[in-house]
T-cell receptor
Framework: GAVVSQHPSRVICKSGTSVKIECRSL??????MFWYRQFPKKSLMLMAT?????????EQGVEKDKFLINHASLTLSTLTVTSAHPEDSSFYIC???????????FGPGTRLTVT | GEDVEQSLFLSVREGDSSVINCTYT??????LYWYKQEPGAGLQLLTY?????DMKQDQRLTVLLNKKDKHLSLRIADTQTGDSAIYFC?????????????FGTGTRLKVLA
């Protein structure tokens, strides 16, 4: 149980285009989803926390207009990187949590490369 | 601050024990976690410990928690080549109000055959 999927697993896009990453909880309803970014050989940095049906809460230094997060249902959250640039290339990982529970369940990650 | 510190590298011989250390900052964290990440992959939860425990053992894994010093360690007994990966500790401060995780810097474990 508690499986989280991400799609796509790998994407290459041209500079200036937008790309959407999906995060789905497959066998449970996730009241909260988290988006992380991981630079090569670095730790995971929390970008934002999203609760179903409400606006995401972004961490300090994360541009909310660049990284659009939508949590439209209890099983789906999306991260859209708008007007992507090469410096946005990174490994993006989502996680999902249940109300009142500390544990998060992580997706397999999406590697974004912007050329 | 919210820095969770780990040593960057650890190299051990196959069959030896590995000990990965972590120093966290927020004493309000109710749970502390250890995750494993293999190259190009997501995070795999290895184990976690509740803050009122000093030790937790799960097969080859032993977690020690020293709340006074805010120190957490993960011991892997009989380390195998398949254990080579990056290991992250994470805390979940209750003061954040959102159950968010703060990850450590990660320790790259290399197991020599």
């Amino acid at each position: 149980g508690a499986v989280v999927s991400q799609h796509p697993s790998r994407v290459i896009c041209k500079s200036g285009t937008s790309v959407k990453i999906e995060c789905r909880s497959l066998d449970f309803q996730a009241t909260t989803m988290f988006w992380y970014r991981q630079f090569p050989k670095k730790s995971l940095m929390l970008m934002a926390t999203s609760n179903e049906g409400s606006k995401a809460t972004y961490e300090q230094g994360v541009e909310k207009d660049k990284f659009l997060i939508n949590h439209a249902s209890l099983t789906l959250s999306t991260l859209t990187v708008t007007s992507a640039h090469p410096e946005d290339s990174s490994f993006y990982i989502c996680s999902a949590g249940l109300a009142g529970k500390y544990e998060q369940y992580f997706g397999p990650g999406t590697r974004l490369t912007v050329t | 601050g919210e820095d969770v510190e780990q040593s960057l590298f650890l190299s051990v011989r196959e069959g030896d024990s590995s000990v990965i250390n972590c120093t966290y900052t927020d004493s309000s964290s109710t749970y502390l976690y250890w995750y494993k990440q293999e190259p190009g992959a997501g995070l795999q939860l290895l184990t976690y410990i509740f803050s009122n425990m000093d030790m937790k053992q799960d097969q080859r894994l032993t977690v020690l928690l020293n709340k006074k010093d805010k120190h957490l360690s993960l011991r892997i007994a009989d380390t195998q080549t398949g254990d080579s990966a990056i290991y992250f500790c994470a805390e979940s401060p209750t003061t954040s109000g959102t159950y968010k995780y703060i990850f450590g810097t990660g320790t790259r474990l290399k197991v020599l055959a």
